[in-house]
Every structure is written in C-alpha cells, then in structure tokens.
C-alpha cells in the first residue's frame, strides 16, 4: 500500500467511525471567507451522520488587513443560522457561535464587540496573520538558528493573554503553529516542551474558559489535534473542568472528520461530558458510553511526560 493509499484507508475508516455524536463545536460555513459550505448542507450531513447538536462558529476578524474583518455583518449571520436552526429544528440542534481572531491589540474592539451583540456560544483563537513569523515564507528563517521553545514562544503568549482575557467560552486549537511549523518541527518537539503549555492551561482552568480538541491536526500536516491527548489529560489533572471537540471544518467533506478520535482523547483525559454554552448558560453534553468504556487511552496510562515537565501535585 502507498502512503496515499494508505491515507485514503484511514480517511474512509475514519469516516466511518464519525458518526453518532451529540455535538460538533466547530463548524465554517460559506458565511467565512475560507469556507464554501451551505449551512443546509451541514445540517442534512449532521443528520445523516447522527451528529445531533451542531456550532456554527464563522470567523469574525479584528484586524482591518485580515480576511473576515467586517466580512458579514453581524444580523445576516445571526439571521441565516436563526432561520436555519428553526427550518431544522425537529431534527438537528443549530447553535448560533462565532470564532473571533484573539490578538492583544485588539482586545477592547473584541470586548466591545461581545458586549454589543449576543452569540449562543464563543471561541476565542489566535490564528496566523499577514506579520505573522509563522507564515510559509519565513518559517524556516525564523526557526533557523533559534531554540525550539523560544521560536514558538510568541504564539503560545499570544494564547495565554487569550485566555486571561476571560471574553471567550473556550480557546480554539491552543497549538495552532504546530500546522505551520510541520516541515521543520514535530509533534515531538511539542510534547517536548511542555512550559509552553502550562502558563496556557492555568489561565484556562483559572479563569473557567474551556479547552477545545479541535480535530483539524488530524487532516493537515500536524498529524494529531490541536492539542495532543496528553495535553487534554494535563489540563484535566491540573484542574480544567471545561472541554469541547470540533472539526473546525471549512469544506463539507471535513464535516466531523476524526470527531470520533476527539471524543476518544476526551474521554481517555478523564472528561466524561463536553460543555456548551447556549446562549443564557453552559450545558453538560454526555460523552458516549462507548468512548468512556474504552477508559484511559493506552497512549495515557504511560503518560509521555517529559523529564522537564514539573511534577504536578497529587498527581
Ligand atoms: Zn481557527
Ligand atoms: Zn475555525
């Protein structure tokens, strides 16, 4: 078997597998300017596909350079996925969310923008812009020459004064430049150097913002979810209560791709629920039985912790 081929049969079983789920919490429609999917057809598929609760989270950018700044305005968004969630409502749940770009100048346009209008649900993400380092044309340089930790450093900071803003329900793919760094550094270099994530996940668990296992890693060139299972598992030990999984798809065929395996990672974390907000407050999403029956994932009961990650109490 070819790589491809190979690939391909892991697609298909992985398809396969994406089924029967209670939630998608991260979902692009043709309402983002990367994406080109109906909501109609994310709505047939969750049917389809037994995913019965279904975030519509579009992007929303604060940047005047950046691709959604002022792309659609707010009423036509909430009006498409209000009118949607109503033709569908007997058979699929439709939450109306939005992934808004995180960046520290921009801070007070993002709080005024929560203030002034109401979404079901929030994600909060740091995304790689047009002065980004991590773009494909300066990648290389800038990882040349630097220790690994400091390279990515600039990201994990940007996640964590995310975090401490409070404005969000969860945090989006807290390792997003694991995708773009993926030529040059592994997801073993990640896993080696866990003080990146620690400051991230104390600022999620202390200020009670949610956790997302975002499923897209599994279709790009990082090779696993943003983040890993053995992040999941730490954030769980070091108090994270709040946790949510999405395919962050963009393109009908991503709908729930590899959703079964962020279920898994959940569950093997410890989590036996999913949070979402809809609208007025959170609300519990059982984790399936058959994912908690599986307990601990194998890659978890050795935890793969490297000797300079700190020891955590009572752990
Ligand atoms: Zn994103
Ligand atoms: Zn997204």
Same mark, same amino acid.
């Given at each position: 078997?070819?790589?491809? @081929?190979? #690939?391909?049969?892991?697609?298909?079983?992985?398809?396969?597998?994406?089924?029967?789920?209670?939630?998608?919490?991260?979902?692009?429609?043709?309402?983002?300017? =990367?994406?080109?999917?109906?909501?109609? !057809?994310?709505?047939?598929?969750?049917?389809?596909?037994?995913?019965?609760?279904?975030?519509?989270?579009?992007?929303?950018? /604060?940047?005047?350079?950046?691709?959604?700044?002022?792309?659609?305005? /707010?009423?036509?968004?909430?009006?498409?996925?209000?009118?949607?969630?109503?033709? &569908?409502? =007997? +058979?699929?749940?439709? %939450?109306?969310?939005?992934?808004?770009?995180?960046? +520290? %100048?921009?801070?007070?346009?993002?709080?005024?923008?929560? #203030? +002034?209008?109401?979404? =079901?649900?929030?994600?909060?993400?740091?995304?790689?812009?047009?002065?980004?380092?991590?773009?494909?044309?300066?990648?290389?340089? &800038?990882?040349?020459?630097?220790? *690994?930790?400091?390279?990515?450093?600039?990201? /994990?900071?940007?996640?964590?004064?995310?975090?401490?803003?409070?404005?969000?329900?969860?945090?989006?793919?807290?390792?997003?430049?694991?995708?773009?760094?993926? @030529?040059?550094?592994?997801?073993?270099?990640?896993?080696?150097?866990?003080?990146?994530?620690?400051?991230?996940?104390?600022?999620?668990?202390?200020?009670?913002?949610?956790?997302?296992?975002?499923?897209?890693?599994?279709? @790009?060139?990082?090779?696993?979810?943003?983040?890993?299972?053995?992040?999941?598992? &730490? *954030?769980?030990?070091?108090?994270? +209560?709040?946790?949510?999984?999405?395919? =962050?798809?963009?393109?009908?065929?991503?709908?729930?791709?590899?959703?079964?395996?962020?279920?898994?990672?959940? $569950?093997?974390?410890?989590?036996?629920?999913?949070? !979402?907000? %809809?609208?007025?407050?959170?609300?519990?999403?059982?984790?399936?039985?058959?994912?908690?029956?599986?307990?601990?994932?194998?890659?978890?009961? %050795?935890?793969?912790?490297?000797?300079?990650?700190?020891?955590?109490?009572? $752990?």
């Amino acid at each position: 078997m070819t790589p491809h @081929q190979a #690939r391909a049969a892991d697609d298909q079983t992985r398809a396969a597998d994406d089924r029967d789920l209670p939630l998608d919490a991260h979902l692009h429609t043709d309402l983002s300017p =990367d994406a080109d999917v109906p909501i109609d !057809v994310y709505a047939a598929m969750a049917i389809e596909r037994g995913i019965d609760e279904i975030a519509i989270t579009d992007h929303v950018d /604060f940047d005047p350079g950046a691709p959604a700044y002022a792309y659609v305005p /707010f009423e036509t968004r909430e009006r498409v996925v209000r009118e949607a969630a109503e033709r &569908w409502a =007997d +058979r699929v749940a439709i %939450r109306f969310g939005v992934e808004l770009t995180y960046q +520290r %100048r921009h801070e007070e346009a993002i709080r005024d923008h929560l #203030r +002034r209008y109401r979404y =079901d649900f929030t994600i909060g993400s740091v995304h790689i812009g047009p002065d980004s380092p991590y773009r494909a044309e300066t990648v290389a340089a &800038w990882l040349e020459g630097r220790p *690994f930790a400091e390279a990515v450093e600039p990201y /994990f900071r940007e996640v964590e004064a995310a975090a401490r803003s409070g404005l969000f329900d969860v945090l989006g793919h807290i390792d997003f430049v694991k995708r773009y760094t993926a @030529q040059h550094r592994t997801a073993a270099d990640y896993a080696a150097a866990p003080e990146l994530y620690e400051p991230v996940l104390r600022a999620l668990v202390e200020t009670g913002t949610g956790l997302e296992v975002n499923t897209s890693g599994l279709r @790009q060139a990082a090779g696993e979810t943003y983040p890993s299972a053995a992040i999941v598992a &730490w *954030f769980r030990e070091l108090g994270g +209560r709040t946790i949510t999984a999405g395919s =962050d798809a963009h393109r009908a065929e991503s709908f729930a791709f590899g959703l079964a395996e962020g279920y898994r990672i959940v $569950a093997g974390g410890g989590f036996g629920e999913l949070t !979402v907000r %809809r609208a007025d407050r959170r609300h519990a999403v059982s984790v399936p039985d058959r994912f908690l029956a599986q307990g601990r994932s194998p890659a978890l009961s %050795r935890p793969i912790r490297p000797a300079t990650m700190p020891d955590l109490p009572g $752990a």
